[in-house]
Structures are given as C-alpha cells and as structure tokens.
C-alpha cells in the first residue's frame, strides 16, 4: 500500500512509491484504522525533519495514533517544505539552523517556528510571489522556487527540476522564460542558507 505521506516543496503530500533521505512531521494528520490522511494537514506550528535511523526506534508509518510519519526527498525539499531539522535525532543541525536562522536575534525554536508558520507556502495559504529575473539571479543554493507545473532547486546558477526520485536534469535560468517563476522556500530559510547554513542534497543533484 503506497501512502500518501510523501512531501513535495510546497509541503503538499502525496502518494508515491518513492525513498527520501529524510522522514519528518507536523503532528498527527492520519487514521490509523485506514492508514490514510485526515483533512488536516498540521496540528502544531513545529514542523520538523528528522533522521530516517535514530538509535534504536522502529516505526510502521501511520499504523497507530501517534506523529504522522512524513519523508523527504532531501534536505533541500524539507526545508522548502516548511521544516526544519529536529534537536532530538540531528541536534547539531538545528543548532546550526537556528543560529543561521536567527541573525542577530536570540535564538529561540519556538520563535523561529512561528515565523516558518507565518512563511511556508502550505500554512501561511498566501499567494506565490512571482519572482524576478533579477531575484531569481540573486536566491542562493537550496532555495527551491516552482515554475509551471513543477519544481526547481537553485544550485551553482542552475535551475534542477525535482521530483520524488531525485533531480532529472539541470537548467539554465534563462530555459525557464516564459514560465510563471515564484518562490516555495521561506525567507528565513533563504536567510539560513545565506549566513551559511548548507541542507543536505540528494546525490542525484551531484549527476
């Protein structure tokens, strides 16, 4: 049974047949009588990415009323996604995250989950911002942005289009004229990335 808990950049979920590097939630959002999603798609302001090995836990995904378990192609898509890493099972990530995060404010978890809440593209249910061609020049690496049906990571100039499986090809941002360009990541994700914060990319985005 494929269920629908794998996440795109824009936090929707989906069902595919597919494995991420990473799992992740936003409370409980299923039934576990049917091991199907609820009309809910968050119960808490603190959406988290987690490693998919920690210590000795077994899951079955969705099998009893406990967090939905979600999953992530990578880093990358969680982030765009509106989650950020979890200080149970990757503390030294979401210290980093934070820190980055935060600037020169004090850092607080709780106050940069309010934030994402106010950003991310599922829960702040505001419309996609077009983005220039001059901005979309200016997002640095791991910013994730959607144009026409699909998504696209930033990495070194170039546009990867994304899927489920991993990155299939990589454009120049001058191939994607034509098409409506918006943002997906939230700005103090963009804002972690550049104080030097660096998400974790599927391999596919090596080829």
Known sequence: MTLQNRIRPDGAAE????????TGNRGI???PATRR?????????????????????????????????????????????????????RPRAARAFLAAASGARSPRAFKLDERLHAERRLSARAPARALTTRELARLPDGAMIAAGERFFAVRKGRALAWTHHGYDR??????LAG????????DCVLEAFAAGYRPVWHPSAER
Not at 170 to 175: C, I, K, P, T, Y
């Open 179 to 186: 098409l409506a360009v918006s943002q997906v990541t939230a």
């Open 170 to 175: 990589s454009l120049a941002f001058g191939e």
């Open 37 to 89: 999603l609820t009309g809910r798609r968050w119960t808490t302001t603190a959406w988290i990415a987690c490693a998919l090995v920690h210590k000795d836990v077994r899951r079955v995904p969705m099998a009893r009323r406990s967090w939905t378990e979600l999953f992530f192609l990578d880093e990358v898509t969680a982030l765009a996604a509106g989650h950020r890493p979890c200080f149970a099972c």
């Open 29 to 31: 959002l299923h039934d």
């Open 15 to 22: 069902a595919v047949a597919a494995r991420g590097l990473f």
